[in-house]
C-alpha cells in the first residue's frame, strides 16, 4: 500500500483524481488533500506521503513555493498541469514527467507507474523546470539530456549541433564531447527552433551561433566554429539563406 497526498486548488479537478485513484489504483490511499500553498506545506510537514499529487499554479503561488518552504521533502512526486504551451515545454527542457490535465485513466496510470519505479527528480532538473516556468518568456539556459545511463543537464549555448542517429539524437558540444540522447531529432527540432536553433536537413539541427560561413557550392553546406560543416538540404537553402541574411545583416 502507498500513502498520498493531492494538492490541488481545483475541486472538481481534486474530486476526480481521488475518483480515478479510488476506482483505478487501490493500493494508494490517499492520505490527505491541500489546496494551497500554505495548506499543504503545513500538511507535508507533519506526514510525508510516498507519493505527492503536485499542481503546478495554485492559487497562492505554485508547487515551487512548496519544494521551498519543505525542502526536507522525500516523496516522490508526480506533477499534475494543465494544457498550457509554457507548461509542458518547460518538463520538455527538464525531463520530468508529468500528467497532463484533462488526462485519461491510462495517461495516470502511466505516470503513477513510472513514479513508483523512479527516483524523484534531482534539484538541478527541478530548477530549470521553475525557471521555465516562472519565466516562459525568457530564454531557457539549460536542458536536460536522456542518455541511456544517466540524465545530464547541458547549456543550451553550449551545443553546437544535433544529428539524428535512427530514433535517438548526438548533441555535439562546444567542449568537443559527445552527448547520445533517446529521442529523436524532431522532438529537440520542435523544442529548440525558437531558441536559435535550425533544422538545415533531415538529419540536421544547428545552433546558428556557432555558423561561421555558407557555402553554396558541393550541394550547400554550413562551416562551423568548430571546424565541422553540416549539409544543407536543397529545400532548407533558400530558409537559411534568409536566415543568414537577417542575421549578420
Same mark, same amino acid.
Given at each position: 500500500?502507498?500513502?498520498?497526498?493531492?494538492?490541488?486548488?481545483?475541486?472538481?479537478? !481534486?474530486?476526480?483524481?481521488?475518483?480515478?485513484?479510488?476506482?483505478?489504483?487501490?493500493?494508494?490511499?490517499?492520505?490527505?488533500?491541500?489546496?494551497?500553498?500554505?495548506?499543504?506545506?503545513?500538511?507535508?510537514?507533519?506526514?510525508?506521503?510516498?507519493?505527492?499529487?503536485?499542481?503546478?499554479?495554485?492559487?497562492?503561488?505554485?508547487?515551487?513555493?512548496?519544494?521551498?518552504?519543505?525542502?526536507? !521533502?522525500?516523496?516522490?512526486?508526480?506533477?499534475?498541469?494543465?494544457?498550457?504551451?509554457?507548461?509542458?515545454?518547460?518538463? /520538455?527542457?527538464?525531463?520530468?514527467? @508529468?500528467?497532463?490535465?484533462?488526462?485519461?485513466?491510462?495517461?495516470?496510470?502511466?505516470?503513477?507507474?513510472?513514479?513508483?519505479?523512479?527516483?524523484?527528480?534531482?534539484?538541478?532538473?527541478?530548477?530549470?523546470?521553475?525557471?521555465?516556468?516562472?519565466?516562459?518568456?525568457?530564454?531557457?539556459?539549460?536542458?536536460?539530456?536522456?542518455? !541511456?545511463?544517466?540524465?545530464?543537464?547541458?547549456?543550451?549555448?553550449?551545443?553546437?549541433?544535433?544529428?539524428?542517429?535512427?530514433?535517438?539524437?548526438?548533441?555535439? !558540444?562546444?567542449?568537443?564531447?559527445?552527448?547520445?540522447?533517446?529521442?529523436?531529432?524532431?522532438?529537440?527540432?520542435?523544442?529548440?527552433?525558437? @531558441?536559435?536553433?535550425?533544422?538545415?536537413?533531415?538529419?540536421?539541427?544547428?545552433?546558428?551561433?556557432?555558423?561561421?560561413? @555558407?557555402?553554396?557550392?558541393?550541394?550547400?553546406?554550413?562551416?562551423?566554429?568548430?571546424?565541422?560543416?553540416?549539409?544543407?538540404?536543397?529545400? /532548407? /537553402?533558400?530558409?537559411?539563406?534568409?536566415?543568414?541574411?537577417?542575421? @549578420?545583416?
Amino acid at each position: 500500500m502507498h500513502t498520498a497526498i493531492i494538492v490541488e486548488d481545483m475541486p472538481d479537478a !481534486l474530486k476526480l483524481l481521488q475518483k480515478e485513484l479510488t476506482a483505478h489504483h487501490p493500493d494508494i490511499q490517499v492520505i490527505d488533500t491541500a489546496q494551497s500553498v500554505v495548506e499543504a506545506a503545513k500538511k507535508l510537514r507533519q506526514r510525508q506521503p510516498d507519493i505527492v499529487f503536485l499542481d503546478i499554479m495554485l492559487g497562492d503561488g505554485t508547487s515551487f513555493d512548496i519544494l521551498e518552504i519543505v525542502p526536507e !521533502l522525500r516523496s516522490k512526486i508526480i506533477f499534475v498541469t494543465a494544457s498550457d504551451e509554457f507548461a509542458l515545454r518547460a518538463f /520538455k527542457f527538464a525531463a520530468i514527467d @508529468y500528467v497532463l490535465k484533462p488526462y485519461s485513466s491510462e495517461e495516470l496510470n502511466g505516470s503513477i507507474a513510472k513514479a513508483k519505479a523512479q527516483l524523484q527528480p534531482d534539484s538541478e532538473r527541478l530548477s530549470i523546470l521553475k525557471e521555465a516556468i516562472t519565466l516562459p518568456d525568457t530564454k531557457p539556459k539549460r536542458i536536460s539530456l536522456h542518455t !541511456l545511463e544517466k540524465i545530464i543537464v547541458v547549456d543550451l549555448d553550449d551545443i553546437v549541433r544535433c544529428e539524428s542517429d535512427s530514433n535517438n539524437t548526438i548533441f555535439f !558540444l562546444n567542449n568537443g564531447k559527445k552527448v547520445f540522447v533517446t529521442k529523436t531529432l524532431k522532438y529537440f527540432a520542435d523544442l529548440l527552433t525558437q @531558441y536559435q536553433f535550425v533544422r538545415v536537413h533531415q538529419s540536421h539541427l544547428v545552433n546558428f551561433d556557432y555558423i561561421t560561413e @555558407y557555402i553554396k557550392t558541393d550541394g550547400g553546406y554550413l562551416m562551423l566554429k568548430n571546424g565541422q560543416n553540416v549539409p544543407v538540404s536543397v529545400r /532548407k /537553402k533558400a530558409e537559411v539563406m534568409a536566415l543568414l541574411d537577417q542575421l @549578420y545583416r
